[in-house]
């Protein structure tokens, strides 16, 4: 890092690690904050800079915030602002490294957190659920969501094996989907919804059972009313992970429908079947 202060950028001679773009970058009047506190305090903590043993390349790895800062503040740049890694067992993993030093600093929504899920997954599908929710700090069902939803889409692919912790292969749990079995209330407001199962028996529904935008609102109707009922009772301690779960069901939902629409179309695309070859 010698030669950035002499550089009129510091982009002309370190790019930045793509581990470092899985968190969002702050703006407005927390940047504006962080700028301040280095202009009069300088900067506290070093960036860090990764260093690929294989080929000799560096790029910044944590610290963009702070470098965009210390331009802003007019500092000069010089190598006692960068703290380089990548030469010991325990910073062989940059997305490792990154995850380690933001997600306990960072407060991110749930969709946020989604999408930090969604972009370890894409750089290294290979690491198990568990591995990534102890990383990402979330449950590894949650993990397990954001996985299946990148698969039906094939953003990443579909693996029979992954990688834990400890480095070891294991056989990939089943992508978990929402549970079909209905039970007593189900089927009935299956029912008063005119979305039970349809048969040569079954009476016509009306038009207004079958409209989308009908059973939409009468779905949000339901969820509400009982939603709010149970939500009020929660502990406000405990509502971050009442809404990651309203997540993780979303997504569900989502991978349900996709996979449905699937088989919809595939049905849709059959050939239809000779009248000779029909039973009777």
Request: aromatic residues 4%; contains cysteine.
């Amino acid at each position: 890092m010698t030669n950035i202060k002499q550089s009129k950028s510091w982009r002309d001679v370190i790019k930045v690690h793509p581990a470092a773009d899985m968190f969002p970058l702050i703006e407005g009047a927390e940047f504006a904050a962080l700028v301040e506190d280095v202009r009069q305090h300088d900067l506290r903590t070093p960036m860090t800079v990764w260093e690929d043993v294989s080929t000799g390349t560096q790029s910044l790895l944590d610290g963009r915030n702070r470098l965009r800062a210390l331009i802003a503040s007019g500092r000069e740049l010089h190598d006692y602002y960068f703290h380089v890694v990548g030469h010991c067992e325990s910073t062989r993993d940059p997305y490792a490294y990154v995850l380690s030093a933001n997600v306990h600093r960072r407060h991110l929504t749930p969709a946020q957190k989604r999408d930090l899920i969604a972009e370890v997954l894409k750089a290294q599908p290979e690491k198990s659920n568990r591995t990534i929710a102890k990383q990402t700090k979330v449950d590894d069902k949650t993990v397990a969501a954001v996985r299946g939803k990148l698969e039906a889409t094939a953003e990443i692919p579909q693996l029979t094996k992954t990688v834990g912790a400890d480095g070891k292969s294991r056989t990939k749990a089943p992508t978990q989907k929402p549970a079909t079995t209905a039970t007593e209330t189900d089927v009935s407001v299956a029912k008063r919804t005119g979305a039970a199962a349809r048969n040569d028996d079954a009476p016509a529904l009306a038009p207004q059972q079958t409209d989308p935008d009908c059973l939409i609102a009468l779905f949000t109707t339901q969820v509400r009313a009982s939603g709010l009922d149970i939500a009020r009772q929660i502990e406000a301690g405990y509502r971050p992970r009442l809404i990651e779960r309203l997540h993780e069901v979303v997504d569900e939902i989502e991978i349900e429908a996709e996979r449905w629409a699937k088989e919809v179309h595939r049905f849709e695309e059959l050939p239809d079947i000779p009248a000779c070859l029909k039973r009777t």
